[in-house]
């Protein structure tokens, strides 16, 4: 909506309160001006701009090795910068076994999963999970948070390995936009 836009149905919304103000002081509202006056407070309430409506992504940019992925931000509960893993007798890609604020959370390299190499024991773990925490996911970092909006994010490229069932897309400098729902969904990490 532009400023014009907003201004003119600001004018006429109180003149309509101004109209309706006068006529309760007059009597009781009438059912057309009280389903009016409702109309105008929902219209008020729900009144977006055109920018605001832009549907924003959260991401957490991560890194393997040299390549760059990112993460939705509401799957991930923290960055656990140097994490005590308890060493697991599972391949990889289970690194082992994480408490974490009471949990216990099996510890997957992301590289190893994907199937690149192992990450080794050094990096951070990210915390993830819809709603509780379900598992850790070993990187090698962890940069940062980017909002952006939905419309930034381009088809993923085509791979023939089994990582593209885990894309939902990619960004302008290349990063690949992994699904945490379908990672979240994969049976190869629960055990």
Do not use: C, Y
């Not at 055109?50 to 991930?76: C, I, P, T």
């Not at 993923?156 to 390995?161: E, F, T």
């Amino acid at each position: 909506m532009s400023e014009a836009e907003e201004s003119e149905l600001g004018t006429r919304l109180r003149e309509r309160l101004a109209a309706l103000a006068q006529a309760e002081e007059v009597g009781s509202l009438s059912p057309e001006q009280e389903a009016a006056v409702l109309a105008a407070r929902a219209q008020s309430l729900a009144r977006t701009s055109m920018e605001d409506a832009a549907v924003q992504v959260r991401l957490v940019r991560l890194h393997l090795g040299e390549r760059s992925f990112a993460l939705e931000a509401e799957l991930v509960h923290s960055v656990v910068r140097a994490p005590r893993v308890t060493p697991s007798p599972v391949p990889a890609p289970v690194e082992g076994l994480l408490s974490w604020q009471g949990e216990v959370l099996p510890v997957i390299s992301l590289s190893a999963f994907l199937g690149g190499p192992a990450t080794g024991r050094s990096g951070p773990v990210l915390i993830v999970g819809r709603g509780a925490p379900e598992l850790a996911l070993r990187v090698s970092a962890a940069d940062e948070v980017t909002e952006l909006s939905k419309d930034a994010l381009r088809p993923a490229p085509r791979d023939p390995s089994q990582l593209l069932a885990l894309l939902n897309g990619a960004l302008a400098d290349g990063t690949l936009l992994l699904s945490g729902q379908a990672l979240l969904e994969d049976p190869r990490l629960f055990f």
